[in-house]
């Protein structure tokens, strides 16, 4: 769908919270217009940045006047405004699942696999405390075999159809999938993982960076 629509967004493509919110917007059709800011590109911690979002962080949007950080909220805020019903589970309960799968993504499957994506994939050089790591690893596994369970009798996180549910969660699994070790044979996150792969957007915005 094209909606006649252009944003701006604030942030870096190989954030993963940026990365949530371009793939909605691919998937919705919004145009938008990105600066980078924040990690090797600076800004975030200074004005005008910081008189958008006083957090320093990334990213947020300015759609016309109005400004919005925190990535969950923007994928939420794009899909009720121009979403016109894509993205939109269908139910008061559908989505209630939707956006308890999102919440769950901030609470625990992206803390879950940061500490070790950062070990095995961002900084592999840096000595890094094995106890400390396979504790982590430990509970990522957790984790995303949570994830796998929820995955059993659906092919998206939500129910029968993509939503906005599956982005977040989307965003986290991919960094599950990088790491260059043995993980368990998650069968059913393995195949929801291998559906998103055949979406443009999630091919542009996630796996290819």
Not at 65 to 70: I, K, R, S
Not at 178 to 195: G, M, Q, S, V
């Amino acid at each position: 769908m094209a909606v006649e629509t252009r944003i701006k967004i604030w942030g870096r493509r190989d954030s993963t919270n940026v990365q949530k919110v371009l793939w909605c917007c691919d998937e919705l059709g919004i145009g938008y217009d990105r600066t980078d800011i924040g990690g090797p590109f600076g800004g975030n911690r200074e004005r005008p940045y910081l008189d958008l979002n006083p957090n320093g962080l990334i990213p947020t949007i300015e759609d016309g006047d109005f400004v919005l950080w925190e990535s969950n909220s923007i994928v939420r805020y794009l899909v009720d405004k121009y979403g016109k019903g894509a993205l939109l589970p269908p139910t008061p309960e559908s989505r209630g699942d939707a956006n308890r799968w999102m919440d769950w993504q901030l609470t625990t499957a992206a803390p879950a696999v940061q500490p070790v994506f950062g070990a095995y994939v961002r900084n592999p050089e840096r000595k890094h405390d094995s106890a400390a790591l396979e504790k982590a690893l430990d509970y990522a596994i957790k984790a995303y075999r949570m994830l796998d369970a929820h995955l059993t009798d659906r092919p998206y996180v939500a129910g029968e159809n993509f939503s906005m549910g599956d982005i977040p969660v989307g965003v986290s699994v991919h960094r599950w999938f990088r790491l260059p070790i043995k993980l368990p044979e998650l069968a059913h996150l393995r195949a929801w993982y291998d559906r998103l792969g055949n979406r443009h957007a999630y091919r542009t915005h996630v796996l290819d960076q």
